[in-house]
């Protein structure tokens, strides 16, 4: 039976060289190096200079490019509250936006306006800090069009982190599409990029392109403004001179945001939501509540190799952090279990009365308090909240500590750790930072059915998803995650069969 079972596999395997790859990685346009000041993982401005060119936004939308998600990380760094002003007693608007005012300036854009940096960090409401800001490109044909950028905060944003647990509003009922806190906060957003795009149009040569971009809660923010933008008919302003083909979303460590049943992959072709399986917080909300993200789920190849540990340890150079592993298959294993454990023991319908209630309060609670900590590590510093929630867990997995795994959990959520993923991956890096000469790996983000990660689709990866569902191997949560391609929460015959048809050109997407 065994040497039947090989030489099905080995049948397949030969077959599947008749067939291309139906996905291919992006060629890089020539950039430039770009230095922005952003808020490193230790609280203090750091710059670092990332790859750049106008000529991105020419690029077809539809498709990940390594230097623009770069970039684009590197600007919603640049858009956290500036740890400056974090503890400055008298709370300045201004300088918390110092560090996304240099960067527009380093890229070129102006006619910045910026909203909700001057409310105080202990304002727990469903909101988001954002800013927006123009620039006018020439195109490769000498044309000119104008760029958008629609950055949001996504880190030292204060009481803002009690919107993260608000899934549910007042009137809202089980079952709503969109989680109620994001959903809120990117309304407001919508709203005020309509109303600048109105008040300035006058401005804009060529087509209208939009930028946005944002990490952890700000990317889920990012993640429904942009299929609320893809997929409104609304008529307004941004309808009318912003065309879907032209709007360029990347969201990095994307909290789930939307029910499985509102999502399709071919209205928001152009969301790029960029995770770590080692990473939580994107874990939640639930999957097994149906939670997942908009447009396309990049899942980024979580093995540290040389390259990504030692621009990790240059990023984080002096630091605490350095030298540390932020991330493992075997942690995004446990974190997953953690995650399956919580979403059973507590039901959707019990979260969205009681328990979403007692988790807000304990969040508002610490940043109304006198010594409230307003840094990315506010949660994960308060030792209390923390030592409640690993009693419970350990309560049914009694193997998990989370207190002593909580560091963890911290380093797989900082931004470094996917910039580092994500230059490990990038073929031009050699020519840009000269002091790392490491050969380029084969490690890249994952475009959905590439499941032993090779750059293409083809029979080899649905021997690999039928050999698991065998039980004659097992798939890291990496494969696991890239292999779901109906998104369904499981890997079975149904996701080998899709990956087959497309395959066979029987069908365009996974939708």
């Not at 093995?303 to 340890?313: C, E, G, L």
């Not at 019990?350 to 900590?373: F, I, K």
């Not at 497309?502 to 939708?511: E, P, R, V, W």
């Amino acid at each position: 039976m065994q040497r039947t079972a090989k030489s099905i596999i080995s049948f397949l395997l030969i077959l599947s060289m008749a067939f291309m790859p139906a996905f291919s990685k992006e060629a890089d346009a020539a950039s430039k190096l770009i230095s922005l000041k952003v808020t490193s993982s230790v609280n203090e401005t750091t710059t670092i200079q990332f790859p750049y060119s106008d000529n991105m936004f020419e690029r077809n939308n539809k498709e990940f490019y390594h230097d623009l998600s770069m970039v684009s990380l590197g600007l919603s760094m640049a858009g956290f509250t500036a740890p400056e002003c974090i503890g400055s007693k008298s709370f300045n608007g201004r300088l918390a936006t110092q560090n996304i005012r240099y960067a527009y300036d380093q890229l070129g854009f102006k006619d910045s306006k910026f909203y909700n940096y001057d409310i105080p960090l202990n304002n727990c409401e469903d909101k988001v800090a954002f800013s927006f800001a123009s620039k006018r490109i020439k195109t490769s044909d000498g044309k000119y069009n104008t760029v958008l950028a629609v950055v949001i905060r996504g880190g030292n944003y204060g009481g803002e982190w009690a919107s993260n647990l608000r899934m549910y509003g007042e009137n809202d009922q089980v079952g709503m599409n969109v989680h109620y806190g994001f959903r809120t906060a990117a309304s407001e957003v919508y709203t005020s990029l309509n109303d600048y795009i109105d008040s300035n149009f006058y401005l804009y040569r060529g087509d209208v392109k939009l930028w946005i971009t944002g990490f952890s809660r700000a990317a889920a923010v990012a993640n429904v403004l942009t299929h609320m933008i893809n997929n409104s008919q609304n008529g307004d302003t941004i309808h009318k001179l912003c065309k879907v083909d032209g709007v360029y979303s990347y969201n990095f460590a994307c909290p789930a945001s939307a029910k499985f049943r509102d999502v399709n992959t071919q209205n928001d072709g152009n969301i790029w939501a960029v995770i770590s399986p080692s990473d939580i917080i994107p874990m939640a909300a639930f999957r097994n509540w149906g939670y997942t993200v908009y447009g396309n789920a990049i899942y980024l190849n979580d093995t540290m190799d040389k390259v990504a540990q030692d621009y990790f340890d240059k990023l984080l150079k002096g630091t605490e952090y350095e030298g540390v592993v932020p991330c493992s298959p075997k942690q995004s294993k446990v974190y997953q279990t953690v995650t399956d454990v919580l979403s059973d023991v507590i039901t959707e319908v019990s979260y969205s009365g009681y328990v979403q209630q007692m988790l807000v309060d304990l969040v508002t609670d610490s940043y109304l308090s006198e010594d409230a900590n307003f840094s990315s590590s506010a949660i994960t510093d308060n030792k209390d909240l923390i030592h409640a929630i690993s009693e419970f867990i350990k309560y049914y997995q009694p193997n998990f500590d989370l207190e002593k795994n909580i560091n963890g959990i911290i380093y797989a959520h900082f931004p470094e750790h996917y910039l580092s993923l994500l230059y490990s991956s990038y073929k031009e890096r050699d020519k840009y930072y000269n002091d790392l000469n490491e050969n380029n790996n084969d490690k890249h983000p994952s475009m959905p059915a590439d499941v032993n990660n090779d750059g293409k689709v083809t029979l080899e990866d649905v021997v690999l998803i039928q050999l698991s569902v065998a039980k004659l191997t097992e798939l890291t949560p990496f494969q696991n995650a890239v292999a779901d391609v109906n998104r369904d929460n499981k890997v079975s015959m149904e996701d080998a069969v899709l990956i087959q048809r497309y395959i066979a050109q029987l069908i365009n997407s996974f939708d």
